[in-house]
């Protein structure tokens, strides 16, 4: 019986399919092994930002600073590592460096409304009012139910419109927030202060009671800045002898 013999052009295909599978684990095998490194690497990126979030809540404004700049090394293309570097150089006084961080987040994440609602507060604290107020409109464009952001716009505008200008997009702005969130002491203060301004006394003193109600003040605990001004409404109105 004669023994079964593959054909020597079979026996050399089969080698040579071998070697190229096992050229292909050797090309493969360096490359998986880098993917744990670089996982690593954003996991420590991560761990630096959260570290920087904790530090920066308990005013450790310095090295919260070294903890987002460590992160963002390790990885520039996040975009919440540039705003939280933003925001605690706003903090520190740096409004310059602060500006390019938040534009750089911007940039990376065009459509968070937080983003420009943050930017608008660091143009804000450079009185860039102009500016300011577009990025907090586009940051309403983005979310019209940010109040806090309706709230910041509303300081703009009254800025910027001096003695001269109408307050009534002012106004409306700030009526849009309390309809919003009824509750915020601080908006019904700031409508106050515009009702204030156009001599709508009876209005102003409204909104400041409703601040004295929702804070639970009593006539011994109201702020001092606060009874000044009830206590100019009630001279205002009290009827002449």
Sequence with gaps: MRAFALPNSFCRISCLLI????????LIAPLDAQVPVRTKSVDTAREL?????????TGKLKEAVECYRRAIQINAFAAGYH?????????????????????????????????FYNLGIILQRQKRLTEAEASFRQALEID???????????????????????????????????MLKPD???????????????????????QYKSVVEIKGFTAATIPGELKAKIDFIKAALKPAN
């Design 49 to 57: 930002n959260m570290k920087g979030i904790e530090l920066q809540s």
């Design 144 to 178: 019209a139910a940010d109040t806090d952001c309706h709230f910041r716009l509303v300081q703009v505008l009254l800025t910027a419109a001096g003695e001269t200008q109408s307050l009534e997009p002012a106004e409306q702005e700030i009526k849009l927030a309390i």
């Design 19 to 26: 070697l190229s599978l096992l050229s292909s684990t050797i």
């Design 83 to 115: 705003n939280n570097l933003a925001l605690a150089l706003k903090d520190l006084g740096e409004l310059t460096t602060a500006e390019s961080e938040a534009r750089i987040a911007l940039k990376l994440r065009p459509k968070r409304a937080d983003y």
């Design 184 to 206: 915020r002491a601080e908006y019904c203060e700031l409508l106050g202060d515009i009702y204030m301004k156009e001599k709508k006394f009876d209005d102003a003193f409204i």
